[in-house]
């Protein structure tokens, strides 16, 4: 009878902890089947052993598709063959590449699209058995946007370096940041040099030119745009003028796009000289002309005089 009543409470004590691994099992089994990343196991020779929904949605397999083969057909070429041989320097020396080491590689989806993947391979044992599980994480479309910005910035840094204006870019304080190659032969200054400069440094020295300077970098300080005129003092010492456009980038930095108008302003001061030359020659002329006129006029009011003092005689 104790024989008896002690396999029943065996058998009761096997039940619950049978009941309690099917309940532990099923909860697993849940969250591997709504994980948003796929989740493979493998065996020690990299047959596939489980997987997930979140796997078929990636590679476009069915579970019964995939599971019995090698993982390696899921993997681009390239990094199949690197795969199988982590694992097997792994399984042969402990040295680990893949295992434990999260890692970008390249797989194959069912209709042979190639896609980006975050790989994350962790070692367990399971009844005595060694077993591999992949935690893989889809990256395409990171990649995609990351090569979008990628491509976008190079055509940005193309314009930026072929652009005939200079280009410069400061801080808070109006320490240069960037400069493009436009900005660096206007100034006389290797890029270099004038990443060591700010902008007090390369206004003209004199007091009303270093005012207009502050004034404008205030104003784009102040309301996050601004333009106009500055005269800058290039390293050689010669004066140039330059028109700007500035405006606030963020995160404390401020962009400047300048054109040297030096040649138009000689020009448009030279023009304005002669204009003022040519005026004051039309002056001079009119009043020749006023005179002369005046002159003309009185001739020919004396030589009326005569002739009705003529007529009279």
């Keep these: 009878a104790r024989a008896l009543a002690l396999a029943r409470e065996r058998t009761v004590a096997l039940e619950g902890a049978l009941r309690a691994a099917e309940a532990s099992e099923a909860r697993m089994r849940a969250v591997v089947d709504n994980a948003a990343e796929a ?53 042969a020396s402990g040295e680990a590449r893949i295992i434990g080491i999260g890692r970008e590689v390249e797989g194959r989806r069912k209709d042979g699209t190639r896609i980006a993947l975050q790989l994350a391979v962790t070692e367990m044992v399971v009844a005595g058995e060694r077993m591999f599980c992949g935690i893989i994480h889809d990256i395409t479309s990171r990649k995609r946007a990351e090569e979008a910005i990628r491509h976008s910035e190079q055509k940005l840094r193309s314009y930026v370096e072929q652009s005939l204006d200079g280009l410069l870019v400061v801080d808070g304080a109006g320490r240069y940041l960037e400069a493009n190659p436009a900005a660096c032969a206007m100034l006389g200054y290797t890029e270099a040099e004038i990443l060591a400069l700010s902008i007090g440094q390369t206004l ?107 007529v009279r005689a």
């Design 39 to 91: 989740i493979i196991t493998i065996d020690r020779s990299g047959t596939i052993r489980s997987f997930n929904p979140a796997s078929e949605r990636i590679f476009g397999y069915a579970a019964g598709e995939a599971i019995g083969r090698n993982v390696a057909f899921l993997m681009w070429p390239q990094d199949a063959e690197r795969h199988d041989g982590h694992l097997a320097r792994y399984l």
């Design 204 to 310: 003209d020295a004199d007091e009303s030119m270093q005012r207009d300077g502050a004034a404008h970098f205030e104003r784009v300080v102040r309301e996050g745009r601004s333009t106009g005129e500055v005269v800058l003092r290039r390293k050689d010492g010669a004066r140039i003028v330059a028109d700007i456009h500035a405006a606030a980038l963020g995160n404390d930095r401020y962009l400047g796009l300048l054109r040297d108008v030096t040649t138009r302003r000689m020009a448009e001061q030279a023009l304005e000289r002669e204009r003022a030359t040519l005026e004051t020659r039309v002056e001079e002329r009119t009043e020749v002309l006023t005179r002369t006129n005046v002159a003309l006029q009185q001739e020919i009011n004396e030589r009326r005089r005569v002739e009705s003092e003529l």
